[in-house]
């Protein structure tokens, strides 16, 4: 297993290493946008004090900027990747699908 985002088979087996892998390449990965989170909400809250102290309204620029990295960087690793909920939902729906049609394609 190479990546977060690998693919295995819907029925395979996985082998006890192979799934300690997968789970902690999951962990890793929610870590880091938690970590992102926290990074983005410090610097954030330092920018909006200073921008407020001199009066002028500078701060909104970076913090939606940055706000949007942070939430397409969410989106990835809570909704998109392996494991997400609506991933799941999504592979559960093409299992459905397939299985009530004789041919996939």
């Known amino acids: 297993m190479s990546s977060l985002f690998t693919t295995f088979a819907p029925h395979a087996t996985l082998s006890a290493s192979d799934v300690d ?12 946008w938690l970590i992102h989170a926290s990074v983005y909400l410090a610097v954030n809250l330092l920018l909006i004090t200073i921008s407020l102290t001199q009066g002028k309204a500078w701060a909104m620029f970076p913090l939606a900027g940055w706000g949007l990295g942070l939430a397409i960087h969410g989106a990835v690793v ?6 997400g909920s609506v991933f799941e939902r999504l592979v559960q729906q093409e299992r459905d699908r397939l299985s009530a049609r004789r041919d996939p394609w």
């Open 78 to 83: 809570w909704l998109a990747s392996p494991g």
């Open 21 to 32: 892998q997968i789970a902690r390449r999951r962990a890793a990965a929610k870590l880091g």
